[in-house]
């Protein structure tokens, strides 16, 4: 007897499949710019790595729902940050870095036993598909401006918002947003904003709007969360340290089901999230790092005639030369620069490329003087 039938038969792990692309690239005499996934590579600040060593006897099991300072402190910084006012003791849960929490949000709604579909945008973080996909269900794309338009949130019991966007930046407005939770209380939808790069806005020096923002939802969270990363304005992708926040329904039910799950933040990492949570220099020390990363590096790419769409925020250039994206790849590729084919990211994105801004800056300056040097013509 063999078990082939056994497991999910999900596809190749999409990095996975730019192996020669990647060879090429790293073939470059000058060394290879791996500018294609968004991973942190600036150092973690030492007072949150001081605060993980302090925590680290911890015996004990902590608890789901994470201790009382830490959820003091998420509600602190969204407050203080955001403008969005929570009770600590019953809107907030931390969870075990977001992208778990992505791919397991539609079984923990229970949408197959409900017979109700996920929805995220057209260009998306193929997380959410995944998600659907765990859970049995089907998934649908639907934008924010597309719901503003008209369009029906029927049958869909968890609409994903991603903004600013992965890959695409896009930021969706305050007017979008309230139009888009009107629709979903009309429907029963719950709507889940992945918010993980809101402190990366590069038109305003302030967060971009959220699900929760009072002129969005009022005073209300019914059927509404936010799930937020400190991956990216922290550096602690390692650590896996997020949280969601909103309706104190769906935190009560979701912290239930994770309880018997045994999903729990270590402690270690609790304590950590506190300190990085009740300091702001830090944060906006990175932000201000990537910023100079991003006008170094745009610039550079339109001169080598790619023409960037939306990426008003956010941690990734999105680029595109009309062609299908693997050739852009290639070509990239031939200049020692990786990057990430738009087809990751759904059907509309084949013609696109994402630049990430998480490399080093003596990459990044590589990177520029590479594209700068070249013809828009070359393939």
């Known amino acids: 007897m063999t078990y082939e039938r056994y497991g999910l038969h999900l596809e190749a792990y999409p990095w996975d499949r730019l192996a020669a692309v990647r060879q090429t690239a790293e073939a470059h005499p000058d060394g290879v710019v791996d500018i294609s996934i968004g991973t942190p590579i600036d150092p973690t600040p030492e007072l949150i790595q001081e605060a993980l060593r302090a925590a680290s006897d911890a015996p004990g099991y902590p608890t789901t729902d994470g201790t009382a300072q830490l959820r003091e402190a998420i509600a602190g910084w969204s407050q203080r940050v955001r403008g969005i006012e929570l009770d600590a003791a019953s809107e907030i849960l931390p969870t075990v870095g977001s992208k778990e929490f992505v791919a397991s949000l539609p079984s923990l ?26 859970a049995g269900v089907e998934c649908v794309r639907i934008n924010a401006a597309d719901i503003a338009a008209g369009a029906s949130l029927e049958g869909v019991g968890l609409l994903w918002l991603n903004s600013p966007g992965n890959p695409t930046g896009r930021v969706d407005s305050a007017e979008e947003l309230r139009a888009v939770i009107a629709e979903a209380r009309r429907c029963g939808t719950v709507v889940a904003g992945d918010e993980c790069y809101a402190a990366l806005n590069w038109t305003e020096d302030r967060p971009t709007p959220s699900v929760l923002d009072t002129e969005v939802v009022g005073d209300d969270y019914s059927g509404v969360l936010s799930v937020y990363s400190l991956s990216k304005q922290s550096n602690l992708a390692g650590y896996r340290a997020s949280f969601v926040t909103g309706d104190r329904v769906l935190i009560r039910e979701l912290t239930t089901t994770r309880k018997h799950q045994g999903m729990i933040v270590p402690a270690p990492v609790q304590a950590a999230m506190i300190a990085a949570l009740n300091d702001d220099a830090h944060w906006q020390r990175q932000r201000d790092i990537y910023r100079r990363r991003r006008e170094l590096l745009r610039p550079a790419v339109e001169q080598a005639g790619l023409r960037i769409d939306h990426s008003e925020a956010g941690l990734y250039l999105w680029a595109t030369r009309g062609e299908d994206c693997m050739a852009t790849l290639e070509w990239l590729a031939g200049l020692g620069i990786m990057a990430g084919p738009g087809f990751i990211y759904g059907p509309e994105g084949q013609q696109h490329v994402r630049l990430a801004l998480t490399a080093p800056d003596e990459r990044i300056r590589a990177a520029a003087e590479r594209l700068r040097g070249s013809s828009a013509t070359t393939r």
């Open 109 to 134: 709604l229970g949408l197959a036993q409900l017979g109700l579909r996920v929805a995220c945008p057209s260009q998306a973080y193929p997380t959410y598909e995944i998600g659907a996909r765990l």
